[in-house]
């Protein structure tokens, strides 16, 4: 263990890319925000992680209850009826909230089932990510395979590479 006051490794940063994903929105002048149900926070610690990360990290929203999800985030009770949620459209909804209630450019949404039971008709290991930016929103499906600490930690780090793929790919006008 590292002596009080020094900077020992964070375990976290050391499996996911979040330091890439720091300087991609720092180069950019860009913030990022997250409203997160499956990882409880998980992805916001990881890029907290990285030294800097005060720059570009915005806030977060833990909304693991299902009722946080609309007063937190604003997503809407019609989408949690119909869609449930874990569904695209809540994790698109997640997204956007972050992005708003956080005033930040990106907002990442994350919805899922980690296990060990099925959640809503949805298997163990379905992960929905939502992105919201500058120029509108997107959402992408996984399915995961693992134990519920890897389908998490798999969820983060899905989420990191996918956004700075997606700043890596905006026309440099634009940043």
């Known amino acids: 263990m590292p002596e009080a006051g020094t900077a020992g ?23 990022v925000a997250t409203a997160e149900s ?9 890029i907290a992680g990285v030294p800097g990360a005060s720059n570009v990290l915005r806030g977060g929203l833990i909304v693991y209850a299902t009722d946080l999800k609309h ?15 874990v569904a695209p459209a809540t994790a ?21 089932v980690a296990g060990p039971d099925p959640q809503d008709g949805q298997p163990v290991g379905t992960v ?10 997107e959402v992408i499906r996984l399915k995961l ?6 389908i998490r930690l798999e969820t983060v780090r899905a989420a990191v590479t996918e956004l ?9 006008t634009d940043v």
């Not at 490794?9 to 913030?31: E, H, N, Q």
């Open 145 to 150: 395979p693992g134990d519920r600490w890897t």
């Open 92 to 112: 698109e909804q997640l997204a956007v909230g972050a992005r708003n209630v956080c005033g930040a450019d990106w907002g990442v949404g994350l919805t899922g």
């Open 71 to 85: 007063t937190l985030a604003g997503v809407t009770p019609h989408t949690l009826a119909t869609d449930g949620p």
């Open 128 to 137: 929905y990510l939502g992105f919201a930016g500058p120029e509108g929103t």
């Open 9 to 31: 490794p964070d375990p976290l940063t050391a499996s996911v890319p979040a330091a890439d994903l720091v300087r991609a929105l720092r180069t950019a002048g860009l913030t």
């Open 38 to 46: 499956l990882t409880a926070g998980l992805l916001a610690a990881t």
């Open 164 to 172: 700075i793929r997606t700043l890596g790919s905006r026309p440099l």
